[in-house]
Structures are given as structure tokens and as C-alpha cells.
T-cell receptor
Framework: SAVISQKPSRDICQRGTSLTIQCQVD?????MFWYRQQPGQSLTLIAT?????????ESGFVIDKFPISRPNLTFSTLTVSNMSPEDSSIYLC????????????FGPGTRLTVL | QKEVEQNSGPLSVPEGAIASLNCTYS??????FFWYRQYSGKSPELIMS????GDKEDGRFTAQLNKASQYVSLLIRDSQPSDSATYLC??????????FGQGTRLTINP
């Protein structure tokens, strides 16, 4: 599996501000994804980060709230914009690799608390 | 109806016994299924994947898939306290979307 890192690992933010989360992989991967895990809940897919083009968002998630970039095959960012306490969650990136595109491996996550 | 359903538990099993975790899914088009283990405060870690009907064994873990019944299970033999975690069942929808169940919290009692 790929080695995946995320920055920051945790943050406490004020309402109305924005936070950008970085996801870095140690090798080129086919697909990168962003998930949210709200307190006590399971994982929900936010979007697929597409290299060189706009991300593909799932129902209930919009680009204005969660802009995503993927400038190359090993790096992606997720921004949580105009935050409210309801955005307090763990945000996880995952990757899949060429030849095993069904299988996703998760990064360590970013624990976000919005006050 | 949720797309992937699991009993949230907690499921309590004595050390050395077999832990049995179950999952059902609603999308008959799903072909790939996964079990992840998530320790408290950590991210999900892949344990098993299964694509064909029947059993797939890996060490102490056995995944079972029955597509006719839309049922996936995970058996953990010789359960250890270190197996205590939340186990997430996931089904792949379409080309890339993983849909997760709510997870089953498993506790292994020494």
C-alpha cells in the first residue's frame, strides 16, 4: 500500500474561517478521494479529486464549500470554507493505485474542531 | 433503507473465541466488498477484500460473500484483545464510490 500523509493532523478553528488540508502520497496513484467522518458516524465520500480537472462531488457536497485541488498524481488539497461547528469532523483522504483501482487506502486523517 | 447496513454493536466476545461480524447491502450492482478496521482515534485500515461468492481466508480472518442474499461477513478466529476496534463494511458502487456501513464496535474480553 502507499504511504499517505495529511497535514494538519488536527486543528481548532473559528467559525467563518477556512482551513486547507493537504494529502501527500509517496508514489503516483490513480485516484484520490476525500471523505468526512462526523463524530460517532461512518465515512461519507465528499468528492473524487481528479488530476488536472475539477473534482467530482457527491450529492450534498458543493465546490464552494469544499474546493479541491489535485495538481499532480501525488498531491491533493481539500479546503473547508466558511466553517461552522457542523463542519467539526475527521477529514480523510484515500488513494487507489493502478492495477488495483477498487481498493482504497486511507491517510491518517485531519481532526477538525470548529468553535 | 441504508445502502450498507451493519449492527452497530457493541459486540462482546471472549478472548480466543470466534467473532462474527455481518453486513448487508442494497445495491445488487456492487461487485467488490471490503472490511476495514478502525481503532479509536485512527483512520480505517484495510483488512480484507472480497469479490466472489464464497469464503476468502487470510490468517485469522475469513470474509464471506453471498451475492444472492446481498450479505457479507467477517469471521475473526482466536480473537485477541488487540482485535477490539470498530469494523467497517464497505461496498463499491460504480467505478470508484465506496459506501460504508455505520460500523460494528467489537470488544474482546480477556
Amino acid at each position: 500500500s502507499a504511504v499517505i500523509s495529511q497535514k494538519p493532523s488536527r486543528d481548532i478553528c473559528q467559525r467563518g474561517t477556512s482551513l486547507t488540508i493537504q494529502c501527500q502520497v509517496d508514489s503516483q496513484v490513480t485516484m484520490m478521494f476525500w471523505y468526512r467522518q462526523q463524530p460517532g458516524q461512518s465515512l461519507t465520500l465528499i468528492a473524487t479529486a481528479n488530476q488536472g480537472s475539477e473534482a467530482t462531488y457527491e450529492s450534498g457536497f458543493v465546490i464552494d464549500k469544499f474546493p479541491i485541488s489535485r495538481p499532480n498524481l501525488t498531491f491533493s488539497t481539500l479546503t473547508v470554507s466558511n466553517m461552522s461547528p457542523e463542519d467539526s469532523s475527521i477529514y480523510l483522504c484515500s488513494v487507489s493505485r493502478t492495477g488495483d483501482s477498487d481498493t482504497q487506502y486511507f491517510g491518517p486523517g485531519t481532526r477538525l474542531t470548529v468553535l | 433503507q441504508k445502502e450498507v447496513e451493519q449492527n452497530s454493536g457493541p459486540l462482546s466476545v471472549p478472548e480466543g473465541a470466534i467473532a462474527s461480524l455481518n453486513c448487508t447491502y442494497s445495491d445488487r450492482g456492487s461487485q467488490s466488498f471490503f472490511w476495514y478496521r478502525q481503532y479509536s482515534g485512527k483512520s480505517p485500515e484495510l483488512i480484507m477484500s472480497i469479490y466472489s461468492n464464497g469464503d476468502k481466508e487470510d490468517g485469522r480472518f475469513t470474509a464471506q460473500l453471498n451475492k444472492a442474499s446481498q450479505y457479507v461477513s467477517l469471521l475473526i478466529r482466536d480473537s485477541q484483545p488487540s482485535d477490539s476496534a470498530t469494523y467497517l463494511c464497505a461496498a463499491l458502487q460504480g467505478a470508484q464510490k465506496l459506501v460504508f456501513g455505520q460500523g460494528t464496535r467489537l470488544t474482546i474480553n480477556p
